[in-house]
C-alpha cells in the first residue's frame, strides 16, 4: 500500500525553480519575494474594484437608458440592430422558444417604413389588421411600439395631406377594438393600467378630430393642373386607380371629371381587376336599358368579397433560411441562389405566420 504524506519540499521550506533545478530560497529571499507578492495582490485586488466600479455603472447606465426607453412618456420606438428576424415555432437544438407576432414587429423596422411611399400603405394595412384581431397578442412592448408608430403615421398624415381616408378607417377601427376589450377588461390580455389604455384612446379621439378637421392647401405653383389635360388623358389616368371611392372623390371636384367618372369601361376594368368572374356572375347587375352596372356591381362586390392587395414594396420571407427581412436590407442567407427562395408576404400573410 503506497505511502500518502506530505509533499517533500514542505512544510517550512521554500524551493525556486532555475536553470540548474530546484533550489531552497534563504529567509531574506522569501521575505523579499512575500513582500513582491503582497504588492502584487494588492495592485490586482485594487484593479478588480476599479473594473467592478466600473462594469457596475455601464450596468446602471445601460439598465437607464433601457428604462427610459421604456418609459410611456418617451416617444422612441424599440429597434434592434438586424433589420432582419428568424421565423420559428417551435424550439430546436440551435434555437429555443419560439418567435412571436409582438417580436417581429420590434425587431422589423416599421418606423422608417412609414417614410417610404412604397411601403406607407402596406404599414397601414398591417396595422389594421393587428388593430381588428392581434392587438391583444403584443408583448407590452410591442403595444407601445404600435401606439408610437400610429402616432407617426398621423402625423405624418397631417404634414403630407395624403392618405387620409384610409389612416380615418384605421384609427376608427383600432378604437372600435379597444371599447371593446376595455369593456371586458376582467377577460382582456391587454397588458398595462387601464388608465393607459384609456389615455390612448382619448389620443385617438383627437387624432380622428385633427384629421376631420384637415384643410387640403392648394398647391402655390401655377403650373398646368390635371383639370388642364385633355379628357383622354384624364381618363387614362384614371384607369390606374385601384379603388373605386378614389373615383367617386375625383368625381366630385367638378362637373367635367364627374361625367368622366362615370365611364362604364372604367368601371368594368376595376371589377374585373379587383374580382374573379365567378363572383362578378354570382353578383349581376342590370339597368332598365339591359346594361350591367358595373358601378353598382363594384361596391356590391366589395361588401362580399376582400380586394386585391397589391403593394408597391412588401416584406419578403426567404424559405431556406425562415428569416423575415424587407427587400433592401441584406439577411445571412446560406442558399445558393438567395433570390429564388425569397416570396412576398402579405399584411395578413405576416400575420398567419405566427399563428399556432
Known amino acids: 500500500m503506497p505511502f500518502l504524506g506530505q509533499d517533500w519540499r514542505s512544510p517550512g521550506q521554500s524551493w525556486v525553480k532555475t536553470e540548474d533545478g530546484w533550489k531552497k530560497t534563504t529567509k531574506d529571499e522569501n521575505e523579499t ?53 428568424y421565423v ?35 404599414v397601414v394595412r398591417l396595422l389594421e389588421l393587428i388593430a381588428k384581431s392581434q392587438l391583444p397578442s403584443l408583448s407590452g412592448v410591442a403595444q407601445k411600439n404600435y401606439m408610437n408608430i400610429l402616432e407617426r403615421v398621423v402625423q405624418k398624415v397631417l404634414e403630407d395631406q395624403q392618405n387620409v381616408r384610409p389612416i380615418k378607417e384605421l384609427l376608427q377601427t383600432l378604437h372600435a377594438s379597444l371599447c371593446s376589450l376595455v369593456q371586458d377588461m376582467g377577460k382582456s390580455v391587454l397588458v398595462g393600467n387601464i388608465n393607459i389604455w384609456v389615455h390612448r384612446m382619448e389620443n385617438i379621439l383627437q ?12 398647391p402655390a405653383n401655377t403650373g398646368m393642373t390635371f383639370l388642364d389635360l385633355p379628357a383622354s388623358l384624364q381618363l387614362n389616368i384614371m384607369h390606374r386607380l385601384t379603388d373605386g371611392r378614389d373615383l367617386v ?22 371589377c374585373q381587376y379587383h374580382f374573379t368572374d365567378r363572383q362578378i356572375r354570382k353578383r349581376l347587375m342590370v339597368s332598365d336599358k339591359g346594361h350591367l352596372e358595373w358601378k353598382k356591381m363594384y361596391f356590391k362586390l366589395c361588401r362580399c368579397y376582400p380586394h386585391k392587395e397589391q403593394y408597391s414594396d412588401t416584406l419578403q420571407f426567404c424559405t431556406h433560411c425562415h428569416i423575415l427581412f424587407w427587400k433592401d436590407t441584406n439577411h445571412p442567407c446560406t442558399a445558393n441562389n438567395p433570390e429564388s427562395c425569397c416570396k412576398a408576404v402579405s399584411p395578413q400573410g405576416f400575420i398567419n405566420l405566427f399563428k399556432f
Open 88 to 122: 420559428h415555432k417551435g424550439s430546436t437544438k440551435e434555437r429555443h422558444g419560439y418567435c412571436t407576432l409582438g417580436e417581429a414587429f420590434n425587431r422589423l423596422d416599421f418606423c422608417s417604413a412609414i417614410k417610404d411611399t412604397r411601403r406607407f400603405n402596406y
Open 249 to 270: 372623390s375625383l368625381g366630385q371636384v367638378c362637373p367635367d371629371l364627374s361625367v368622366l367618372t362615370e365611364d362604364r369601361l372604367l368601371w368594368k376594368k376595376l
Open 33 to 85: 519575494n512575500n513582500n513582491v507578492s503582497e504588492r502584487k495582490s494588492y495592485c490586482k485586488e485594487e484593479h478588480d474594484k476599479e473594473n467592478l466600479i466600473l462594469s457596475i455603472n455601464y450596468d446602471v447606465a445601460a439598465k437607464k437608458r433601457k428604462k427610459d426607453l421604456l418609459n410611456n412618456n418617451t416617444k422612441i420606438p424599440y429597434f434592434h440592430k438586424d433589420k432582419w428576424i
Open 207 to 218: 387624432w380622428q378630430q385633427q384629421l376631420d378637421n384637415i384643410q387640403i392647401n392648394r
